[in-house]
């Protein structure tokens, strides 16, 4: 049998074993001071990639007031455009550029689309008027976002918007999932 001890013996052991002790004025330990200054990181510039990448084959035709565009990307199955036009895709975004200048709506639509497919918007409303207010009835807007849009690369489909939505003076645009939102059994 093992032998009992009182608490008061268990005390005096553990200090005789312990020794003397100084207290600490703080609760910080520092393990290993730090001589190396803190790295500052490199600024990088971000790569500025044109989105407007693709070449349009032949010329476009010159569009006018009531005229109603349709595009598929080569590849594309017909039926995507069908879809299109009858809303299955639910919309998403809109902007509406007519009012400005040429190169003020082609800023703005690149960053718009550049937001729409970053936050993983897939059908798009870009409202550019029907350019009644143009020179020689030729409506400037039109033309340029109908040429932008073949070029751009993240564009898959657009047409004319119905009626209700802004019709000829409207687009609805079909765009690519961002790579962060392709799954290995899904492309578009």
């Not at 005096?12 to 001589?35: E, S």
């Not at 200054?37 to 006018?64: C, H, M, N």
Request: aromatic fraction near 8%.
């Amino acid at each position: 049998m093992t032998k009992k001890t009182n608490p008061s013996d268990d005390a005096l052991l553990f200090r005789n074993t312990i020794g003397t002790v100084t207290p600490i004025d703080t609760n910080t330990v520092i393990l290993k001071p730090d001589k190396k200054p803190r790295p500052i990181p490199v600024f990088k510039p971000l790569e500025q990639v044109d989105p407007l990448q693709k070449d349009v084959e032949g010329s476009l035709e010159t569009l006018f007031q009531e005229d109603k565009i349709a595009f598929l990307v080569p590849g594309m199955q017909k039926n995507v455009l069908r879809k299109l036009r009858k809303g299955y895709y639910g919309l998403d975004a809109d902007i509406d550029l007519h009012g400005l200048n040429s190169r003020d709506a082609q800023l703005q639509l690149l960053r718009f689309l550049h937001y729409c497919v970053e936050d993983g918007f897939r059908c798009v409303l870009i409202i550019h008027g029907k350019g009644y207010n143009s020179p020689n009835n030729q409506p400037v807007l039109k033309n340029d976002i109908n040429l932008w849009l073949r070029q751009h690369k993240d564009v898959l489909a657009f047409c004319s918007a119905p009626s209700k939505a802004g019709g000829t003076g409207a687009l609805l645009v079909l765009l690519r999932l961002s790579e962060k939102f392709v799954t290995s059994e899904e492309e578009y």
